[in-house]
C-alpha cells in the first residue's frame, strides 16, 4: 500500500463509488460496506493494476464483481430444507407458482427419477445440484469439464423426459 497516485485516485473517486455502490445494494449502510471492501482489495491488489489501464474501470469492475460475489454467496447460504415425514419442502419464491414443491410433485418421485439414471451421469448431476461448478465437479471427479457438461445435459434431459408429467 506504498503508491499514493493510487490511493489519491482512489479518494478522488470515492463519491462516485458509492453512488454506484448504491445503485447496486439500495442500502446505504451495505453501500458503504461495499465500498470499503472495494477500497480495501483495490489497495491489497495495486501491484496488479498496470499504468496503462483505465484506473476508474478497473476500480468500478471490481466492485462490481465484488457485489456479486457478495450476492451470489447470500442466494447460496438462503437455501432452507425442512425435512417433513413424506416430503422435503424448499423455500421457493412467492412467485414461483407453486404453493410448496409438493404442489408439483413429492420428493421420492424425483428421487426415484434420479436414482434410475446410471450412476457414472447420476454423480455429476447430484453435484451440480449440490451447488459445486463444473470446474469442481470434474476436479473431483477426475474427469474432463466437456465430460461433466455432457453427463449433466443427459441428465437433464432424461429427468424431463421421466418427469414429463409435471411440465
Excluded: C
Excluded at 497516485?5 to 463509488?17: A, G, N, T
Excluded at 424448499?90 to 436414482?115: A, H, Q, R, W
Excluded at 447430484?126 to 455432457?150: F, M, R
Excluded at 443427459?154 to 408429467?165: G, T, V, Y
Amino acid at each position: 500500500m506504498g503508491n499514493p497516485i493510487i490511493q489519491q485516485q482512489l479518494v478522488s473517486l470515492q463519491d462516485k463509488l458509492l453512488r454506484f455502490a448504491m445503485t447496486l445494494t439500495e442500502n446505504r449502510e451495505e453501500a458503504q460496506d461495499l465500498f470499503q471492501e472495494t477500497a480495501l482489495k483495490a489497495l491489497d491488489n495495486e501491484d496488479k493494476f498496470s499504468v496503462d489501464t483505465n484506473f476508474k474501470a478497473w476500480v468500478f469492475t471490481l466492485m462490481r464483481n465484488i457485489f456479486i460475489n457478495n450476492y451470489r454467496r447470500m442466494v447460496r447460504n438462503q437455501k432452507l430444507f425442512i425435512v417433513d415425514d413424506e416430503f422435503y419442502k424448499l423455500n421457493v419464491p412467492v412467485n414461483s407458482g407453486y404453493i410448496s414443491p409438493e404442489g408439483s410433485m413429492t420428493f421420492k418421485e424425483i428421487m426415484d427419477s434420479m436414482n434410475s439414471l446410471d450412476a457414472e451421469i447420476r454423480e455429476p448431476f447430484s453435484l451440480l445440484v449440490a451447488g459445486y461448478k463444473y470446474q469442481e465437479i470434474a476436479d473431483n471427479l477426475n474427469i474432463p469439464i466437456g465430460t461433466v457438461k455432457s453427463r449433466i445435459f443427459l441428465a437433464r434431459k432424461h429427468l424431463m423426459n421421466s418427469l414429463q408429467d409435471y411440465k
